[in-house]
């Protein structure tokens, strides 16, 4: 009796104790994507086709290359190439959930579970052996590093993952 009880008990535990680390694919945050958006393969067109026009957009310089950079209010922001695509390069993700309408609803989150909005208490523990890095204010957390160097960052303000972000190595 006990024993039907018992077993059954614990999946469901396991099952919820290990459901924060199970990634939605649509949603997953790595060092070369960010939920949809694919750097060097998503263009400027389709991020206005999921996400509307850009309330901002502009030509700046990172590095020693041109860029476009393009705000959608304070949720999301692309560093897109001058190139003949206008494909996006970097990608930073500022609140926990944007709305595209293609992909609907979108809860951008690491493998490991981290969200814009969690405390850096939940970062060091999912990430044990990432390093921030202080400037102008802020801490870059590097989380993981892709294929040809490219990086996924957390952004820690005031104790708070204010926004992940999705890096190339380098631009130019």
């Known amino acids: 009796m006990i024993r039907r009880l018992v077993i059954p008990t614990l999946v469901v535990v396991v099952l919820a104790l290990g459901s924060g680390a199970i990634a939605h694919a649509p949603d997953l945050a790595k060092p070369a994507r960010m939920g949809p958006i694919r750097r060097n393969q998503t263009t400027m067109a389709q991020m206005r086709e999921w996400f509307g026009a850009p309330t901002i957009r502009k030509v700046v310089r990172v590095a020693?290359?041109?860029?476009?950079?393009?705000?959608?209010?304070?949720?999301?922001?692309?560093?897109?190439?001058?190139?003949?695509?206008?494909?996006?390069?970097?990608?930073?993700?500022?609140?926990?959930?944007?709305?595209?309408?293609?992909?609907?609803?979108?809860?951008?989150?690491?493998?490991?579970?981290?969200?814009?909005?969690?405390?850096?208490?939940?970062?060091?523990?999912?990430?044990?052996?990432?390093?921030?890095?202080?400037?102008?204010g802020h801490t870059h957390f590097r989380l993981r590093t892709g294929r040809y160097g490219a990086y996924l960052l957390a952004r820690v303000e005031n104790r708070r993952v204010v926004q992940l972000e999705a890096w190339p190595y380098e631009f130019c």
């Open 64 to 136: 020693c290359v041109r860029v476009i950079k393009a705000r959608w209010g304070r949720r999301l922001m692309v560093y897109a190439y001058r190139d003949e695509g206008r494909t996006v390069g970097a990608v930073f993700v500022k609140k926990p959930k944007l709305q595209s309408s293609k992909h609907g609803a979108l809860r951008l989150h690491t493998r490991k579970g981290l969200r814009v909005g969690d405390n850096v208490f939940k970062l060091r523990r999912l990430y044990p052996r990432s390093e921030g890095d202080t400037h102008a």
